[in-house]
């Protein structure tokens, strides 16, 4: 295979990666790869299962365990191979930019060394997607410029994101290899992915009334005075509801789970997202 290209998408948690894989399904024809390492194009061929070896000869070693780091799936659209990661939250910068620093060195070595049969790739994009939450956007690209303008020793992210013309709320990008979506809720610019989930299903008779039963059975602060707390408190009400929505078909199923396997969210209402629509034409051009 010659032109293989590579797009690593960084996800603040187990939600997101469910709702990216979803929409990388629905709305681009992404086939999973199911295959083994040693099946992927270089450098990933020899990186992961380095990475699984070094886990195992250190089992049960807590100064492991941040360091063991994969992608949870993988993903192929046309000659491009899309890795979706769970960060484990905002501040797991120093496992990513480690992640990051040893495949620069892998991929600048994979035509000499760790060859395989489906080729190497020489490039790759990147996507860090996080929650706004009660933060400013300038303040989570801030937050992403201090994780990642260095490399090892290398300089990379500086401080001058360009917002998407197609969708300056939630979408920046850098030297056309680097972007960020954040979520939030599209009338304030603060908020969560919830907000965006909102967006395809708040009026769906059930969400109605799974909310409505959410809200009876437990309190919520959803009307604090403090606004971290606000919307925090909003976040996890949308979780319960969303949790409760899939219960017929996934019982007992995490949200993570409800979200991908439901079919609560299709097509269909995902495309009634303004925040997904715009994604999805901007991930059209960029992956």
Not at 212 to 219: C, F, S, V, W, Y
Request: glycine share 6%; charged share 25%; net charge negative.
């Amino acid at each position: 295979m010659e032109n293989i290209k590579s797009t690593l998408i960084f996800c603040e948690g187990p939600h997101d990666v469910a709702l990216i894989c979803l929409v990388l399904s629905k709305f681009f024809d992404a086939q999973e790869f199911i295959g083994k390492f040693n099946e992927l194009p270089s450098p990933f061929n020899s990186m992961y299962q380095k990475a699984i070896e070094n886990h195992a000869q250190l089992d049960l070693s807590l100064e492991m365990a941040h360091k063991f780091f994969l992608p949870d799936r993988i993903f192929t659209i046309d000659d491009t191979y899309v890795s979706v990661f769970n960060s484990g939250g905002k501040n797991r910068g120093d496992k990513i930019n480690g992640f990051i620093k040893n495949l620069w060195v892998m991929t600048e070595n994979s035509n000499t060394f760790n060859v395989s049969d489906r080729g190497s790739i020489s490039s790759h994009k990147y996507i860090f997607i996080y929650d706004a939450d009660h933060n400013s956007k300038e303040t989570i690209l801030n937050e992403i410029h201090t994780d990642f303008s260095l490399i090892g020793t290398s300089s990379w992210l500086n401080e001058n994101w360009e917002a998407h013309p197609e969708e300056p709320l939630s979408i920046y990008t850098q030297n056309g290899e680097v972007a960020a979506i954040i979520w939030c809720n599209r009338d304030t610019g603060k908020g969560t992915l919830e907000d965006v989930l909102c967006e395809c299903i708040g009026d769906d008779e059930l969400f109605g009334s799974a909310k409505e039963t959410i809200q009876r059975l437990h309190k919520w602060e959803l009307n604090s005075d403090n606004e971290q707390r606000k919307i925090a408190e909003t976040a996890k009400m949308y979780k319960a509801t969303l949790s409760l929505m899939g219960q017929r078909k996934k019982p007992g199923s995490s949200v993570n789970v409800i979200i991908s396997q439901s079919k609560i969210l299709n097509q269909e209402n995902l495309a009634k997202s303004t925040t997904i629509s715009k994604m999805v034409t901007f991930l059209n051009g960029f992956i």
